[in-house]
Nanobody, 120 residues
Framework: QVQLVESGGGLVQPGGSLRLSCAAS????????MGWYRQAPGKERELVAS???????DYADSVKGRFTISRDNAKNTVYLQMNSLKPEDTAVYYC??????????????WGQGTQVTVSS
């Protein structure tokens, strides 16, 4: 199947930047959409940004102009560059990929999550 491993979270001051990475591994036949979701305490998980395999992107209104999603299809990796971070961006960020493997139906895969904390 497919495993997603995230990295790059941490503690940053308001106005600062972080870059998240998510690498997909395993027996991968193909990946279509990849994206990032986040979940803050007491809130539902929400889409932050997504990218199709040909580079079309979508962003939550709250992060437009501050966050940028990008992909390296050769490495099965997706990135999230987060600039001008605000305290309300504090959450656990999850990588998501819609992928398929030999013998398995296409499905959503999730990473384990990485904590992003924006605080002075």
């Amino acid at each position: 199947q497919v495993q997603l491993v995230e990295s790059g979270g941490g503690l940053v001051q308001p106005g600062g930047s972080l870059r998240l990475s998510c690498a997909a591994s395993g027996t991968i036949s193909g990946i279509s959409n990849m994206g990032w979701y986040r979940q803050a305490p007491g809130k539902e998980r929400e889409l932050v940004a997504s990218s199709t395999s040909i580079g079309s992107t979508d962003y939550a209104d709250s992060v437009k102009g501050r966050f940028t999603i990008s992909r390296d299809n050769a490495k099965n990796t997706v990135y999230l560059q987060m600039n001008s971070l605000k305290p309300e961006d504090t959450a656990v960020y999850y990588c998501n990929a819609y992928a398929w493997s030999p013998g398995w139906s296409p499905r959503d895969y999730w990473g384990q999550g990485t904590q992003v904390t924006v605080s002075s």
